[in-house]
């Protein structure tokens, strides 16, 4: 017998004869249960083809197929909202409300978004790329609709990881006064992105096994249903079963907070989740449906590892094996780093929000389980967490992506800074980041921190910057942020193994990086036109790019890699710009209120005039690919080198 795929051993799938038919949530309707269920697998198909080919967020999605089936085969989207937490897990939403056609630009450069996405279709309601956001988003928007007199329920999606994260609670506690049209779906896969940790987890679990009060819920209904003016019976068999379900689960915070409660229930059997929906529908008070669901339900691989085929790259689905890179990438130098360093210092510890692996601070858990700490999807907490780390003594890493510590600039201010408490935070994926769209681009992390009193900010431009940067990090006495991209580190350079020296960055010759190209001397003899490219370090390769070209047109440009970008030595700097003719600088980041701006005002003041700056303007990134979005910023190695020969000319002109 020949052997099976991973694809064929989980589910037999069968052609896309149904879901293509599918234009909008009413086409599912009037389908039977044997049809969705072909429905499902039909969707399964079509999300595992797609994510293979363009990655993509796939354990979430595979899990959540029959829930989302159940929503909208019960519910009458968009009159009824249904608003996905963080909406990473969105792709069968998508493919019920019409986009099945355009499914498979999933993620790419002008496709649709692997998001909710409001200009997508009137089914999105929110752009949603953060976690823990449905529920008081869903009881706005209730409230907006009741106020101006629209009728129809509001169903927030939330995830159990998403539930760790303390704003989740904020919208449940307000929730639970008065929102008689909230239903909140709690989908309990019992992850978020690494495996749910702490006491919520544990909680949930509790919850799930009240599957014996359900059993014996249903069997009580059905035997009560068939006696004989059983009507009489329901005041006594409400009480009964009120006191059955305190005894077999002595607690739910849901009621506590004033909600019914439903559940658990399976979350991929489409007939019991249609019949307790039907039944929520009517109810007039804030639900909570309790929901078990199995993350990757359908694709053996994403099975028996849901955190590895959470968010992925293209993949082969008949195994789900990846391509493997020789180049390191950030991320993978930084693991390998904190560990060197943490077995050199004791009191090292390290923290992360729900993603270890993500990160790189799996093998850190690995080797030192009892100096990790993973709290769930909370950053706040994380970082105020560490302020307890670092008065007690220890010495915190906090590893978080830059798009996600904006939710805990305040705790950084505040709890780390205020006290200059000592501290060292990874920013992981900032500047541009691929495919995931404007939620999650990096670009805003040095504007919101620059300015922070007893907080330096360094930017790596390789592996061995990297392991410099946080050799020095874990003796500096306050604050430091280290910032770097999601991409490979490129090849090193004599400079980059250069000592730091705080303030300063290092230049990088054009006959370190093409000593076949520097330029000594003009077409006409004259001593070429020279130009200096500074640049923060997740730039460097596009800057090299730009540099080499740049030679091969008789101008003659160096690199000058930042490093520091606060505290930044200023005077040092310039006493390096004042010989070059021209000056541009690149920053991944936001252009007001960055690191560049101000560059630029300081060599200005000091007379000099040939000075151009490029980085991310006031507008969201769209999605796609690293150059297609460093493109749209004008930030690629064309627009760099375009810049630096349009200040060459303008001075050639003026002389």
């Known amino acids: 017998m020949p052997q099976k795929t991973a694809v064929q051993t989980a589910v037999f799938f069968y052609a896309n004869d149904m879901l293509a038919q599918i234009k909008s949530p009413e086409d599912i309707k009037k389908l039977s249960q044997k049809e969705l269920r072909q429905l499902a ?14 990655g993509g967020h796939l354990a979430s999605n595979l899990g959540i197929v029959e829930l989302t089936i159940a929503l909208h085969k019960v519910f009458s989207s968009p009159k009824d909202a249904i608003v996905f937490d963080v909406s990473h897990q969105c792709y069968a939403h998508k493919l019920l409300t019409g986009r099945f056609e355009e499914f498979s630009s999933l993620r790419q450069g002008g496709g ?35 106020i101006q007199g629209v009728d129809g329920k509001v169903i927030a999606v939330i995830g159990d990881g998403a539930l760790t994260g303390g704003l989740a609670y904020e919208g449940l506690l307000n929730a639970g006064r008065d929102a008689k049209n909230l239903i909140v779906v709690l989908n309990d896969n019992q992850m978020s992105i690494s495996p749910s940790e702490g006491s919520l987890s544990r909680y949930l679990s509790s919850l799930t096994m009240s599957i014996q009060y359900q059993s014996v819920r249903r069997a009580i209904d059905k035997i009560v249903s068939k006696l004989p003016g059983s009507r009489f019976f329901q005041k006594f068999i409400f009480r009964f079963k009120r006191g059955l379900k305190g005894l077999l689960l002595s607690e739910n915070m849901f009621v506590d907070f004033g909600f019914e409660y439903a559940g658990p229930l399976n979350g991929h059997d489409i007939k ?5 929906f039907e039944r929520v529908k009517k109810l007039k008070k804030p639900v909570v449906v309790h929901v078990i669901t199995k993350k ?31 180049a390191e990438s950030f991320t993978e130098n930084f693991s390998r780093s904190i560990v060197r360093l943490a077995n050199e210092n004791q009191r090292l510890v390290a923290i992360t929000a729900a993603m270890a692996k993500g990160t790189g601070l799996a093998a850190f858990a690995r080797h030192y389980p009892q100096r990790f700490f993973d709290v769930g999807i909370a950053e706040e907490h994380a970082v105020t967490f560490a302020a307890g780390l670092a008065k007690g003594g220890l010495l915190p890493v906090v590893c978080i992506y830059s798009t996600f510590i904006q939710r805990a600039i305040d705790q950084i201010i505040h709890d780390i800074c205020l006290p200059n408490l000592r501290a060292i935070f990874v920013f992981d994926r900032s500047g541009a980041v691929p495919n995931d769209g404007e939620t999650h681009q990096g670009i805003f992390d040095i504007a919101l921190l620059k300015s922070v009193p007893n907080l330096s900010m360094l930017a790596p431009a390789s592996a061995k910057e990297l392991d410099l940067c946080l050799d020095w990090a874990a003796k500096a006495k306050g604050a430091v942020a280290i910032r770097y991209p999601k991409k490979s580190c490129p090849s090193e350079l004599a400079a980059f193994s250069e000592p730091l020296i ?17 330029v000594l001397e003009g077409t006409e003899g004259k001593k070429a036109k020279r130009v200096l490219i500074a640049a923060t370090g997740s730039m460097f390769s596009e800057v090299l790019v730009a540099a080499r ?46 690191f560049a701006e101000e560059l630029e005002a300081f060599v200005q003041s000091k007379g000099f005039r040939a000075v151009q700056v490029l980085a991310f303007g006031q507008k969201f990134p769209a999605q796609g690919s690293r150059e297609q979005i460093l493109e749209n910023a004008f930030l690629s190695p064309n627009d760099i080198q375009r810049a630096a020969l349009g200040l060459l000319n303008q001075i050639k002109s003026g002389e």
Do not use: W
């Open 41 to 54: 697998d039909e969707i399964r198909r079509t999300i595992i083809d797609t994510v293979g080919k363009n």
């Open 112 to 146: 649709i978004s692997g998001f909710t996405k409001e200009c997508e279709s009137e089914h999105d309601f929110f752009d949603n790329g953060h976690a823990s956001t449905s529920i008081s988003q869903a009881l706005g928007l209730l409230k907006a609709r009741e």
């Open 272 to 276: 019991e989740m249609e019949k307790v």
């Open 296 to 326: 990757g339900k359908g694709y053996s691989p994403a099975e028996d590892n849901p955190e590895l085929f959470h968010g992925i790259g293209p993949f082969n689905i008949a195994d789900g094996s990846m391509e493997k890179f020789d």
């Open 502 to 518: 705080e303030g300063r960055g290092v230049l990088v010759k054009a006959e370190e990086f093409a000593p076949s190209l520097s």
């Open 549 to 594: 070209s740049l030679l091969l047109q008789g101008a003659s440009a160096d690199i000058y890699n930042l490093r520091f970008l606060k505290p930044f030595d200023f005077d040092a700097f310039y006493s390096i710009c004042k010989d070059y003719d021209a000056l541009v600088i690149v920053e991944d980041a936001i252009k007001q209120g960055g």
